[in-house]
Nanobody, 128 residues
Framework: QVQLVESGGGLVQAGGSLRLSCAAS????????MGWFRRAPGNEREFVAA????????YYVDFVKGRFTISRDNAKNTMYLQMNSLKPEDTAVYYC?????????????????????WGQGTQVTVSS
């Protein structure tokens, strides 16, 4: 059984930074693609960033490009999301997820339906 635990959320002023972490246990974390998604109040869940198992392929949604950086440390079974220049519209619950489709290949998806395991989420609130 895979368990994902997000941490690092909190309250920050606009223009500030936060670093989210996603710690994985259970199934071999390092062999699967992973992603970050978010859900703002009243909105659908949306893709933020994805990373292939070896970190070679990385994808971002347009509205975070240049501000957010996804990375992973397979030795620590942990994925990160460095968020800089935060805006009030970044306020959301952020979720990490693992995709079995991205097993030891270049795949890294922006589709939530292609992720199999999800964390409980961490709240990020950006004040104006």
């Amino acid at each position: 059984q895979v368990q994902l635990v997000e941490s690092g959320g909190g309250l920050v002023q606009a223009g500030g930074s936060l670093r989210l972490s996603c710690a994985a246990s259970g199934r071999t974390f390092s062999q699967y693609a992973m992603g970050w998604f978010r859900r703002a109040p009243g909105n659908e869940r949306e893709f933020v960033a994805a990373i292939s198992w070896n970190g070679v392929n990385i994808y971002y949604v347009d509205f975070v490009k240049g501000r957010f950086t996804i990375s992973r440390d397979n030795a620590k079974n942990t994925m990160y999301l460095q968020m800089n220049s935060l805006k009030p519209e970044d306020t959301a619950v952020y979720y990490c997820a693992i995709s079995r489709k991205g097993y030891l290949n270049s795949y890294a998806s922006g589709r939530a339906s292609e992720y199999d395991y999800w964390g409980q989420g961490t709240q990020v609130t950006v004040s104006s």
